[in-house]
């Protein structure tokens, strides 16, 4: 099973990038589906994105695509969400997230292994 840590979050003006990097640790990384999810304050963990194992697919929550992009690069063992024209609704917790899965599922329910989250703060 792997252990994953997130870095790259910060504060950002309304239509700023940030790219989040989920470093995990263990030779099974590649078989794991990655997944980002994030919580705002005082609201429910949301689904924001998922790549499946070895980078096949990938899906994007309606409220954030064309704006993000989840990749994922097996050598480094790293999954990334590249986030653009970011949006002061996108302010929350992100946290990455994986299971040993082909296709793994938009519910946070189904991920097994997640990561401490970093704080993205969107503010004039």
């Known amino acids: 099973q792997v252990q994953l840590e997130e870095s790259g979050g910060g504060l950002v003006q309304p239509g700023g990038s940030l790219r989040l990097s989920c470093v995990g640790s263990?030779?099974?990384?590649?078989?794991?589906?990655m997944g980002w999810f994030r919580q705002a304050a005082g609201k429910e963990r949301e689904f924001v994105a998922r790549?499946?194992?070895?980078?096949?697919?990938?899906y994007h929550a309606a409220s954030v695509r064309g704006r993000f992009t989840i990749s994922r690069d097996d050598a480094r063992n790293t999954a990334y969400l590249q986030m653009n024209s970011l949006k002061v609704e996108d302010t929350a917790n992100y946290f990455c997230?994986?299971?040993?899965?082909?296709?793994?599922?938009?519910?946070?329910?189904?991920?097994?292994?997640w990561g401490q989250g970093t704080q993205v703060t969107v503010t004039a």
């Open positions: 997230a994986a299971v040993d899965s082909r296709y793994g599922s938009d519910n946070a329910k189904d991920f097994d292994t």
């Open positions: 790549i499946t194992r070895y980078g096949r697919n990938r």
């Open positions: 263990g030779r099974s990384f590649r078989e794991h589906t």
